[in-house]
């Protein structure tokens, strides 16, 4: 077999992989980047929105799976969204050339200072929120919308009500800043330009509007010279060689997922950024495949930070519910993190099914009073987590007292039409952890028993960190990967 040889090589294109790309191109490093996903630009395949599911719908599915109303079939294509399901919970990830950023909401959310310093006690938090946080919401191209037009807009109406509602309640609420281009949606708003957000593009991708990493980090780093980004390139597993260089197991498949060609790679340095659960499968795979030294800390800390979904049904139907047209990008949020008893931050989020359901859907961020813990199962090759109601007790709690006090407020009923008993307690948009920095990891990521081998992404993150996760990931990747250069790590 054909040894493909790189000096560096990056597994994986979300927030932690595309920092270190471009940080390392920036250092006149080559760089190799491998992702199993499609790279959907240079594919030039469109991707498609959530009433008309296509190719980018689903990572080689049947059918759709999406959190609710999976009613459409699907030709099995290397699409964006992908499913991980364990007995418990499921977990939602990206795939492809920019990894969590083609189907996330964009919401760009910097952790409350007090949370931050209570997760990561050893950071230097001034030093975060002075330099890191900035630098990473300005490379995200972070911004926030016209209050004047989020007032006008029909597509906001469900925001617009659910903030009276829980200012009703009694909650307060807070804007939430995002990486979609606000100035495009006003455009698509007047019809000047296509739509995307208006057109219920998000979580099988944006085709306008939204600035996903392929459109910053990523791209800056191509412009480097030094960075190669092979897509559809599946590792599998890793082995950790006498000279302690790495060699890779990868597969390079087609979009229906039909193994082209086995690959092995060969490289002296190497940066998992699969993301946690892609990272954790890695380095429990390759452990019980052929034995890559792993520290006794990784799997352990995980956590799903405190996602728990719910709905309220009825909301305000007699005067139009949350309105028949959605945009798919989140602009409003409610922080009750500093109520000692019920602390959650909750995403006011869309439901753009078009038409209006009467429903208003709530994605709330609890803390993870009790992490879990992910191992390898070797009789079924698969991940095995550890995790059930008793992880998530605090959360369904701060669930019922929320859903209690809007609907006592507001009228309206926990919603069963989204969920079995109004509750989606297995719905995880945001796994973190099981290779968490200062424990599998030294202070900036290299892993413990390792020489070579650096992990930069989710799972250093333990289990929680009170919001939307991807503007803490991009910036702890910052800061790892700046140290990392400066001590030499890549010389
Ligand atoms: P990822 O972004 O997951 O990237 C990992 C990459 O590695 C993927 O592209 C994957 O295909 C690739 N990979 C994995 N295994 C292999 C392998 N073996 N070989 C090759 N490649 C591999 N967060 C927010 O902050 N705000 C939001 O609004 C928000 N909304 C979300 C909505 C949805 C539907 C989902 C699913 C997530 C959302 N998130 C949001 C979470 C956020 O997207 C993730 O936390 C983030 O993407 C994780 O970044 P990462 O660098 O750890 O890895």
Known sequence: KEIVEAPIIIIGSGYGGAVSALRL??????????????????????????????????????????????????????????????????????????????VNGGMAVTPKEDYFKEVFPNLDAERFYN??????????????????????????????????????AGFKTMRVPNVYDFKYMEKEFRNEVPRSALNTEVIYGNNHGKNSLDKTYLKKAMDTGNLEILDLHKVDHIKLNDDKSYTLNAQQIDTSGNVITDKVFHCKKLILSAGTMGTLQLLLRSNAVNNLPIHEKIGKNWGNNGNFMTGRNWVKPLSGGTGSKQSTIPVGGIDNWDDKEHPFFTEIAPLPMGMDVATALYLLINRVDKKGEVAYDKATQMLKLNWDESNTVNMRQNAKYFVRKMNKANGGTRSHFL???G????ICYHPLGGCVL???????????????????????????IGVNPFVTITAIAEYCIENLIKQNEFA
């Open 423 to 426: 509750f989606g307690a297995d």
């Open 419 to 421: 969920f079995n008993n």
């Open 25 to 102: 191109c920036e250092a006149g490093k080559k760089v190799v980047l491998l992702e199993m996903g499609l790279n959907w630009e240079k594919a030039g395949i469109p991707f498609s929105n959530l009433l008309k599911p296509g190719k980018s719908s689903a990572w080689l599915k049947k059918k759709t799976i999406a959190p609710f109303m999976n009613i459409f079939s699907l030709t099995p294509f290397t699409g964006t969204l992908d499913r991980l399901d364990f007995d418990n919970i499921n977990i939602w990830v990206g795939r492809g050339v920019g990894g969590g950023s083609l």
């Open 131 to 168: 330099h890191y946080f900035p630098l990473v919401r300005e490379e995200l191209k972070v911004n926030v919308i016209d209050e004047q037009f989020l007032k006008d807009c029909p597509y906001y109406k469900f925001t617009r009500v659910g903030e009276e509602e829980a200012h009703k």
């Open 438 to 464: 200062g424990e599998a990891t030294n202070e900036f990521g290299k892993l413990r028993d390792h020489d070579h081998l650096y992990v930069l992404d989710g799972s250093l993150i333990p289990g929680t």
